[in-house]
Each structure stands twice: as C-alpha cells, then as structure tokens.
C-alpha cells in the first residue's frame, strides 16, 4: 500500500504541476502508447463516453492530443499523443526512470527475475481485484443498495 501511496503521491504532483486530472493522465499515457479510439481510452479512464469526448476536447484545446482519420477506416477516428505530451511524459518521467535503472542495476539477475515475476503477478491481482470491486458495485446499485 505504501509503494502504490506513494506511486499516486508522484502521479498526482505532476498533475498539479501540469494542471492535469487523473483521467488527463491516464488517458496521455494511454494514447503515449498509439493512437487509439475514443471507446478505448473510455474502457481505459471507465468514463462515460460523454466525459471522453469532454475528455479529449479539453486535452486537444492544449495541444496534447489530435484526432485524425484511421487510414484503414476513414470512419474512424483515433487519438493520439503530440509532441507536446511526448516531451512532458520525457520530462517529467524520464528522471525517475533513469533513478530507477540506477537502482535495479544493484540486484542480481536471480533477484531482477523475482522482481519481475513479482511485479507481473501483483498486476493480475490489482486488475483482478479491481473487476471484482466494479461487480460487486454493479450488483448492489441492481439490488438498489
């Protein structure tokens, strides 16, 4: 509990700093990824498709987004990162990933492995225990609790 504190203690100081919500930051990383479609980045941000429009008005109004047609699909349009949000993910990023290198170059590959292993499984669980919460969430509002 103390590391993911501390993991949106981080997360939310560079949302102040760039004056970003946690679904402007989640969706920039999300879209850092590759262009990606609106109904994506709502399963991704679980907004509305409302509140991803809003979403995405807001974000392209600051340059961090562009919509353009799928060229596979002209119907399609998808999201993507500009270079603004590339050099604001490298900036704000980067130094704490480069500490981090520094840091793992001090374990052993064994222990490396069973970090990774470790930090694989916790992800599962985290994504699993998650869905087991929005369920019992949807549950209890169809029983009207």
């Not at 974000?59 to 399609?76: G, P, W």
Request: aromatic share 4%; net charge positive; charged share 30%.
């Amino acid at each position: 509990m103390r590391w993911q504190d501390a993991t949106e203690a981080f997360d939310e100081t560079v949302g102040q700093l760039h004056n970003l919500t946690s679904a402007d930051r989640r969706c920039l990383s999300f879209v850092s990824l590759g262009p990606q479609t609106a109904s994506a980045i709502a399963k991704e941000t679980a907004l509305t498709p409302a509140a991803v429009t809003a979403l995405i008005d807001r974000l392209e109004v600051r340059k961090l987004v562009q919509r353009r047609s799928d060229t596979s699909d002209r119907r399609k349009v998808l999201v993507e990162a500009t270079d603004k949000t590339r050099e604001l993910i490298r900036g704000t990023y980067t130094p704490i990933a480069q500490a981090g290198v520094k840091m793992l170059a001090s374990y052993s590959v064994a222990e490396l492995t069973a970090i990774g292993r470790f930090v694989e499984e916790a992800l599962v669980l985290q994504q699993r225990m998650t869905t087991k919460l929005l369920e019992r969430k949807q549950k209890n509002e169809r029983l009207g609790q």
